[in-house]
């Protein structure tokens, strides 16, 4: 089955400057890859997600690049601020398949 | 107003006791989903359904048992709880498998 491994585990940025979470998956299968935040004590919430037919997404400071082949997939942040700290979660899916599978997450820390 | 909703938020009880867990969602989605975060946050799937079918049961011990009355209502009820059940719960839903899941608040189970 369909296994997410994301890297880092946890992620400390001056204010301002950039940060990025990549994840790699194992079904090359899967076609639909969203981004979570969930903020402490929260629930997650869907941020970006990108599908198999695109290499780039971007929504303001946010974007996700997907590299098939290799089966990557990364966030990229810029402009860090400190309401963008929290735990960010990638995830994979086939999207006929009712399962995503979400990476371990990254704990974000913007530090002012 | 609440997308997602369920209850109880915060749920503490003895080993061996069952209890129920409830959610509700009034997107008028076709798809419901239980998710356990544990202590190190990671979110695992548990059941997937889809228009009160069951469609994906992720390895899950038969002490759980979800009940979907109709599509706007997934429950969780389990029964003779154990410590290693402490996590936190979630509810999601979405339109369909491959697009936006809107999750619940989340429920903390606490088995002491």
């Known amino acids: 089955g369909e296994n997410v491994e994301q890297h880092p585990s946890t992620l400390s940025v001056q204010e301002g400057d950039s940060a990025v979470i990549k994840c790699t998956y194992s079904?090359?299968?899967?076609?639909?890859f969203p981004w979570y935040k969930q903020e402490l004590g929260k629930r997650p919430q869907l941020i970006i997600d990108?599908?198999?037919?695109?290499g780039e997404k971007k929504d303001q400071r946010i974007a996700v690049t997907l590299n098939k082949t290799a089966k990557h997939f990364s966030l990229h942040i810029t402009e860090t601020q400190p309401e963008d700290s929290a735990v960010y979660f990638c995830a994979a899916s086939i999207d006929s398949s009712y399962k995503l599978i979400f990476g371990s997450g990254t704990r974000l820390l913007v530090r002012p | 107003d609440t997308a997602v909703s369920q209850t109880p938020k915060y749920l503490v009880t003895q080993m061996g006791n069952d209890k129920s867990i409830k959610c509700e969602q009034n997107l008028g989605h076709d798809t419901m989903y239980w998710y356990k975060q544990d202590s190190k946050k990671f979110l695992k799937i548990m059941f997937s359904?889809?228009?009160?079918?069951?469609?994906i049961n992720e390895t899950v011990p038969n002490r759980f048992s979800p009940k979907s009355p109709d599509k706007a209502h997934l429950n969780l009820h389990i029964n003779s709880l154990e410590l290693g059940d402490s996590a936190v719960y979630f509810c999601a839903s979405s339109q369909d498998p491959g697009h936006e899941q809107y999750f619940g608040p989340g429920t903390r189970l606490t088995v002491t």
């Open positions: 079904d090359s299968a899967s076609n639909y």
């Open positions: 990108i599908r198999s037919n695109v």
């Open positions: 359904y889809n228009n009160k079918e069951l469609i």
